[in-house]
């Protein structure tokens, strides 16, 4: 079932041929939006842009984009300028949001066949992303505990962040990912790995990726004050203490996710509020969303198997990009590595 909230358009909105649940007219803030629909199970939310108070203030879509699901909203443009603008349709994407049209008859598709980056990347402009970071605010604070932190750090690309990355399933494969993130950020931004209480990351083969002891991160993180991102392989046990935000890693099987369940009834309202990530994951979008009802959570990314030994991931860019990263801009993957296992270096 689908969310519909109209303004403008409530006419032809009111004349779409879908499923509703729930219905709201008029304009709103972005904080009633996100109050009334955080806890709310839905499809998809089908949102007429003029319902959105002041949403010729790119902020207050960048507010939406950080504490609202975009891979769930269909924002239906209006006919203004500002709207119509490329620097704008380039924000959205930076942020993003890749389910827009000004088509009423498109909003129907996109219900069922959402965009991903490929789809919108002829809309990212470079030349607005980097306009956008320089308009940003400046961070208060490197500790990310509440909502309005989390949108300070998310809104500050270019600020260090340092990210944690968990094991919420069992072995979810938090040391690869985050060796494979590394790959994708060192691309744009000067990023430092390091794995806490482990050493796997030796049998990876990179002499860039850095071990520590719980003990020593604190003094780790401060001689790597240079780096704009630091990624923490927390894997099953780390504290999450020294991190700005954390990744929480699940992998939807069903022997993992009983297992979790059986050891902790409460698993997924302790992850409420918090980023989770499927990992190995070979759910579709229709999956997701199944998944986010019966488990009555919020599913931030869906990553799906990724072979290690590739160097280019475009789905791990479009991660990066909802993170907020908005370097990022539509390229063509680097040259194979000639050796595919690297295992002699």
Do not use: W
């Not at 780790?220 to 990744?247: M, T, W, Y």
Request: glycine share 2%.
């Amino acid at each position: 079932m689908n969310v519909i909230i109209a303004n403008k358009y409530k006419t032809l909105l009111a004349n779409l041929d879908v499923d509703i649940i729930k219905r709201l007219d008029g304009e709103f803030t972005v904080e009633d939006i996100v109050t009334n629909f955080t806890n709310f199970y839905f499809n998809k939310m089908i949102l007429d842009l003029t319902a959105i108070k002041n949403y010729k203030e790119i902020a207050n879509i960048q507010q939406l984009s950080v504490n609202m699901d975009m891979n769930k909203i269909i924002l239906l443009l209006d006919d203004s300028e500002e709207s119509n603008n490329p620097k704008f349709l380039s924000q959205l994407v930076s942020m993003g949001i890749y389910n827009f049209t000004r088509n009423i008859d498109a909003v129907k598709f996109l219900i069922d066949n959402p965009n991903t980056y490929k789809d919108v990347a002829h809309y990212h402009q470079l030349n607005s992303m980097s306009m956008m970071e320089e308009s940003l605010p400046k961070p208060q604070t490197k500790q990310a505990t509440t909502k309005q932190q989390t949108v300070q750090v998310e809104s500050t690309p270019t600020a260090q962040r340092i990210i944690g990355i968990k094991n919420y399933t069992f072995h979810a494969g938090s040391t690869t990912l985050t060796y494979m993130l590394k790959k994708v950020f060192a691309r744009k931004y000067k990023t430092v790995a390091v794995e806490v209480d482990g050493n796997d990351f030796i049998y990876l083969n990179d002499r860039t990726l850095k071990s520590s002891s719980s003990l020593d991160l604190p003094s780790f993180i401060s001689r790597n004050k240079d780096a704009e991102i630091i990624l923490v392989d927390l894997n099953n046990n780390g504290d999450p203490k020294h991190c700005d935000e954390v990744l929480y890693l699940i992998e939807p099987g069903l022997i993992k996710l009983n297992k979790m369940i059986r050891q902790d009834r409460k698993a997924f309202d302790k992850l409420r509020e918090n980023k989770i990530i499927l990992n190995r994951s070979v759910l579709s979008t229709k999956d997701v969303d199944d998944f986010e009802y019966e488990s009555r959570s919020k599913i931030f990314f869906n990553i799906p198997n990724l072979d290690d030994k590739v160097e280019y991931h475009p789905v791990l860019e479009e991660l990066a990009i909802k993170l907020g990263f908005v370097r990022f801009t539509n390229q063509n993957p680097g040259e194979k590595n000639s050796k595919l296992f690297n295992i002699f270096k």
